[in-house]
């Protein structure tokens, strides 16, 4: 993966956005009426210039492809560092979806203390409970801001 | 002016309680810490302790809030100092000089120089609020929609010359913010906007999400990457070796007056802390008498940074206040802030809300003060923390985002945003794509947006009421002036054009 493909990749992202953008307002009015611009009017534009600005952004990485080329975004070890690190939060965030923010967070923290890091168990399971609790006391308790609760917290009484 | 100064008396007398001050001294001190651990900082802190303050009386939560600010700038310029490592965006160009200091053994004095020289930027910023806001603010009065449409205008325009980055990423950056503020019920028709009937969306995607994924998960990513070691200079403070260094800060006053100056103009004008600190440090190192010894441990290399860092940073309040109009991406949160607790951003603040505005300035002074001595008095700890390992200060940092992105709006599906754009975030830093103008767009653009159709709808649609006066059509002609900016520049400049990938900071 060098910079070349990440700036290609990341435009062809953004024109779909702008696409996307463009699509959704030609579902409501895009023009100019008495009362000036209608609802659709900004959004077609903005889409516009979106895919116009990422176009330009990629020819402007052909063009330059050979020094863009040399530039590589990362090596193979952070890579495999990012993903390490990306992959079990997005694990984390599935899993928060039904069985709560709080037993999401402590089986991600226990997880990746343990394996990523590479720590002892005791560790790994002080600080998933410790940082667990400290969290439920801290919303919970102190500012009384609910988080996601899950059948855990139900069984337990505490939802 | 002598009204600014009653009313900043009063200001003391509301900010000055025992409370406030406890909550001066835990925002500095939650600041330093965001501003020390890699992957949190201004911007997100303020963020996640927004929805903490959504039951606070409003000045009590803008002065934890600020403080939180002022303690992140100072945690940031620690760990650029001690270990090479910039804890904020706005502290890289420490980095250059601190830490050559630090590896000579010299950590106290370069510390001490950091935090006496930003502090003074500060002070130096919250005098110039203090001094203009009221003046701003009557002068705002005056606006109409058509005024807030051309200023408004500017200060996207005036990203697109100054903001430091290639104007093409900061169109797209702008945009994708614009976009994506557009989400959710239209203001003026009340009608449906890009919801694409996913009933997530109808509410709109919000910023405070956006920001915890940009500026948290990404800068996560990042520092994972790199493979993180702190291993850096001694954090030992020696109490004598750091009064020697604050007598000599006067020998550094040029430097100091020069960093505030950038540091204002920056911060009111939306470039920011992070371009104002490059741009100090780089007249710096091209103007001063010291300029062989830059780069290789030169306390005028730490100095120059930091003052224009923090009086970018206090700065970029006085827009946020008078014109609603925030001159940085922490800004633009707490202004997002500033309407959830139900004010109205703006003029009318200076008259609606008077204890709120000279609370807020008042806190100012007293924050950074006590920013300077908690910064000085904490390094220790804080240099004793990054010594815990990074493979469990990461992941707790990811479930503290995780928390902060969920409470934003109790929606789970908000954790999916937060996480797309994480990953957005960090292809934005590796690809130079600036952050700062996607948050601001976020935030005001459907103001902005508004503004054009109110002003659409009291000229039966017709352009020329953005010429109508001197005053608008002045602040039009000259947004459109700094839109065409860089294309005068390619102009003058051709070879430039087929080298994006040119450096643009200085080293």
Redesign the interface.
């Known amino acids: 993966m060098t910079r070349y493909h990440l700036e290609l990749v990341f435009a062809a992202l953004v024109f779909l956005m702008g696409a996307i953008g463009v699509y959704g307002a030609t579902l409501l009015d895009t023009g100019w009426g008495a009362d000036g611009p209608q609802a659709g009017f900004f959004p077609f534009r903005v889409g516009l210039i979106l895919m116009a600005a990422s176009a330009l952004v990629m020819a402007q990485a052909v063009v330059s492809r050979v020094s863009l080329r040399r530039i590589p975004i990362t090596d193979h070890e952070g890579m495999k560092r990012v993903l390490g690190f990306g992959l079990p939060i997005i694990v984390m965030v599935a899993l928060a979806q039904w069985t709560g923010l709080y037993v999401a967070m402590a089986l991600y923290l226990l997880f990746t203390i343990r394996f990523r890091g590479k720590r002892p168990w005791h560790v790994a399971l002080g600080v998933a409970l410790g940082v667990s609790i400290a969290t439920f006391l801290v919303f919970e308790t102190w500012f009384q801001v609910p988080l996601l609760k899950g059948p855990l917290e139900i069984m337990l009484g505490l939802g | 002016m002598l009204s600014n100064i009653d009313s900043l008396m009063h200001g003391f007398g509301v900010a000055l309680s025992g409370y406030h001050i406890m909550l001066m001294m835990g925002g500095v001190l939650l600041g330093i810490l965001v501003g020390v651990l890699p992957g949190l900082g201004a911007p997100n802190g303020v963020t996640l302790l927004l929805?903490?303050t959504f039951?606070m009386d409003p000045v009590s939560a803008i002065i934890l809030l600020t403080s939180l600010y002022w303690g992140a700038l100072f945690g940031g310029s620690t760990t650029s100092i001690l270990f090479n490592i910039p804890g904020e965006p706005s502290s890289v160009a420490t980095t250059f000089d601190g830490y050559p200091l630090a590896r000579q053994g010299r950590a106290t004095e370069a510390l001490t120089c950091a935090f006496v020289s930003a502090g003074f930027g500060a002070l130096v910023g919250v005098v110039v609020i203090t001094l203009l806001s009221t003046a701003v603010a009557n002068f705002a009065l005056r606006f109409g929609p058509p005024e807030y449409f051309a200023v408004y205008l500017l200060a996207f325009s005036s990203f697109i010359a100054f903001g430091g980055g290639a104007p093409?990423?900061t169109?797209?950056s702008l945009?994708?913010g614009?976009?994506l503020g557009?989400v959710g019920i239209?203001t003026?028709?009340g009608?449906m906007?890009?919801?694409?009937d996913i009933d997530q969306l109808v509410s709109g995607i919000s910023f405070l999400v956006v920001v915890i994924g940009l500026f948290g998960?990404g800068e996560?990513?990042l520092t994972?990457?790199?493979?993180p070691e702190f291993k850096g200079a001694s954090g030992r403070i020696d109490p004598r070796e750091m009064l020697r260094a604050v007598a000599r800060m006067p020998r550094y006053w040029l430097a100091m007056l020069r960093g505030s100056a950038v540091g204002i103009w920056m911060g009111i004008t939306p470039g920011g802390p992070t371009a104002a600190s490059f741009m100090s440090y780089g007249i710096a190192r091209r103007v001063s008498k010291n300029r062989a010894n830059f780069g290789k441990g030169e306390p005028e290399g730490v100095i120059a940074p930091e003052t224009a860092d923090h009086s970018a940073g206090t700065a970029a309040m006085l827009p946020m206040l008078s014109l609603g109009i925030p001159g940085s991406a922490t800004s633009a949160v707490m202004l997002g802030g500033l309407m959830i607790w139900g004010l109205n951003p703006g003029p009318m603040l200076f008259i609606e809300q008077h204890d709120f505005v000279w609370g807020m300035i008042a806190s100012m002074y007293l924050g950074n003060v006590i920013g300077v001595v908690l910064a000085l008095a904490t390094v220790p700890l804080f240099a004793a923390m990054l010594s815990v390992?990074f493979?469990?200060i990461?992941?707790?940092i990811?479930?503290v985002c995780?928390?902060g992105a969920?409470?934003v709006a109790?929606s789970?599906f908000d954790?999916?945003i937060a996480?797309v754009f994480?990953?957005v975030g960090?292809?934005?830093k590796?690809?130079d794509?600036p952050l700062a103008p996607l948050i601001l767009a976020m935030v005001i653009g459907d103001k902005a947006?508004d503004a054009?159709?109110q002003?659409?709808?009291s000229s039966?649609?017709s352009l020329g009421i953005f010429w109508s006066n001197w005053l608008v059509g002045g602040i039009t002609t000259l947004a459109i002036l700094f839109l065409l900016w860089p294309l005068v520049t390619l102009l003058r400049r051709p070879a430039q054009t087929?080298?994006?990938?040119a450096v643009t900071h200085e080293p």
């Open positions: 929805p903490l039951g093409l990423k169109i797209i945009c994708l614009f976009g557009m239209d003026v028709s009608s906007r890009l919801t694409f998960l996560l990513l994972i990457e790199d493979g390992s493979s469990i990461g992941p707790i990811v479930t995780m928390v969920y409470t109790s789970p954790l999916w996480l994480g990953a960090y292809a934005m590796k690809l794509y947006e054009f159709r002003s659409m709808l039966d649609g087929t080298d994006p990938d």
